[in-house]
């Protein structure tokens, strides 16, 4: 039972280009969230799914996508990455909308 | 979701309690108090949560004041690998606000040798 996974645990891009990170989770939890954690900032959610088929915005959603086509994967997608989205990048997931969170190793992300 | 307000930082000894406390004043009656911790660089991790009465688990007790306006979270004996920012976050238990986990700057605990 590995819980939650994130991939890839590094990235570095360059203005402008785009990448998926990818979040996965064996615990057959049906909520699954992004978030990114900043210095001098707490966690901020970016975006949420409520299950299969379904995301919704969080708090800070400009400049991010997400896809939740598969139960147990979470997508978050940056079209176009900038400066401000460096940070690092933490995924959750929760058995239903009122269960304890469970939380990935994140991924730390540097833009150029 | 209620504010909370927590002091930016703490020292413990290795092996005595460590008691973290968390300011709720503006807490609503269906308002849960949770506890997660964040060891550097790691995900969060859950530690407790409780409404009005206080809980125990193998990680730790929570103590809640009779008027919940404010809580302790109180980690028996505490040990090196204790040393984590600590979270104290307020939330309705219900699926409308369950996205809105309101994250301040918690608590950093050193705990020393």
């Known amino acids: 039972n590995a819980g939650v996974t994130q991939t890839p645990k590094f990235r570095v891009l360059k203005t402008g280009q785009s990448m998926t990170l990818l979040c996965a989770q064996d615990?057959?939890?049906?909520?699954m969230y992004w978030y990114r954690q900043d210095p001098g900032m707490g966690l901020r959610l970016i975006h949420y799914?409520?299950?299969?088929?379904?995301?919704a915005k969080g708090e800070v959603p400009d400049g991010y996508n997400v896809s939740r086509l598969k139960k147990q994967n979470f997508l978050l997608g940056l079209e176009s990455a900038a400066p401000s989205q460096t940070s690092v990048y933490f995924c959750?997931?929760?058995?239903?909308?009122?269960?304890?969170?469970?939380f990935g190793p994140g991924t730390r992300l540097t833009v150029l | 979701d209620a504010k909370t307000t927590q002091p930016t930082s703490m020292d413990c000894a290795e092996g005595r309690a460590a008691n973290l406390p968390c300011n709720h004043s503006?807490?609503?009656?269906?308002?849960?108090v949770y506890w997660y911790r964040q060891i550097h660089s790691q995900g969060p991790q859950y530690i407790i949560h409780?409404?009005?009465?206080?809980e125990t688990n193998e990680m730790a007790s929570l103590i809640i004041t009779e008027d919940r306006k404010s809580s302790t979270l109180i980690l028996p004996h505490a040990t090196l690998r204790d040393t984590a920012v600590y979270y104290c976050?307020?939330?309705?238990?219900?699926?409308?606000?369950?996205?809105?986990?309101?994250w301040g700057l918690g608590t950093s605990l050193a705990v020393n040798p």
């Open positions: 959750a997931s929760s058995y239903g909308a009122t269960d304890t969170q469970y």
């Open positions: 615990m057959n939890h049906e909520y």
């Open positions: 799914s409520v299950g299969e088929g379904t995301t």
């Open positions: 503006t807490i609503s009656g269906n308002e849960y």
């Open positions: 409780g409404l009005k009465n206080n």
């Open positions: 976050i307020v939330r309705a238990d219900n699926a409308g606000n369950n996205r809105k986990l309101i």
